[in-house]
């Protein structure tokens, strides 16, 4: 069994009307973020030596990072709210054709916090 993990970042605007921390975080405002996307694999193909090429990953990631980064998050109607819950589920659901995505975090290093999204539950 095999995970291989690949990140990116991206600098991101968001304003989040609910949240304890006060007016702060009401106003406009901006982090970086760090996303990581991790894949399984119990077997990898003979022909490559790979799980999944890593060069599919960067193209994927790739795609996500560019829909992300320099935007304002409250713009973008499929992430919802841009919590980090919102924001790990919309990079899931864009990477995880993929191969076996068993989670995506997305960090905000400022804050020291992060969240990790596994894929809804069955
Ligand atoms: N469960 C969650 N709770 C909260 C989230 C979240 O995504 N999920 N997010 C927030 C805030 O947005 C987050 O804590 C950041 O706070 P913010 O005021 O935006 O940023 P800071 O000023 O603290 O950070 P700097 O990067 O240093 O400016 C709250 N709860
Ligand atoms: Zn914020």
Not at 52 to 58: I, N
């Given at each position: 069994m095999w995970e291989l993990t690949k990140s990116f970042t991206f600098e991101a605007a968001h304003t989040l009307p609910?949240?304890?921390?006060?007016?702060a975080s009401q106003e406009i405002h901006g982090h970086s973020f760090r996303a990581e996307v991790t894949v399984r694999g119990?077997?990898?193909?003979?022909?490559?030596?790979?799980?999944?090429?890593?060069g599919v990953l960067t193209q994927r990631l790739g795609e996500v990072q560019a829909m992300l980064?320099?935007?304002?998050?409250?713009?973008?109607?499929?992430?919802?709210?841009?919590?980090l819950e919102n924001l790990s589920r919309f990079i899931y659901e864009r990477v995880r054709?993929?191969?076996?995505?068993?989670k995506v975090s997305v960090h905000r290093d400022s804050c020291r916090e992060t969240c990790t999204y596994f894929g809804p539950q069955d």
């Amino acid at each position: 069994m095999w995970e291989l993990t690949k990140s990116f970042t991206f600098e991101a605007a968001h304003t989040l009307p609910i949240t304890t921390l006060g007016e702060a975080s009401q106003e406009i405002h901006g982090h970086s973020f760090r996303a990581e996307v991790t894949v399984r694999g119990a077997t990898t193909n003979p022909e490559t030596g790979m799980v999944v090429d890593f060069g599919v990953l960067t193209q994927r990631l790739g795609e996500v990072q560019a829909m992300l980064d320099h935007k304002f998050l409250n713009k973008i109607e499929a992430i919802g709210l841009p919590t980090l819950e919102n924001l790990s589920r919309f990079i899931y659901e864009r990477v995880r054709s993929i191969g076996h995505v068993t989670k995506v975090s997305v960090h905000r290093d400022s804050c020291r916090e992060t969240c990790t999204y596994f894929g809804p539950q069955d």
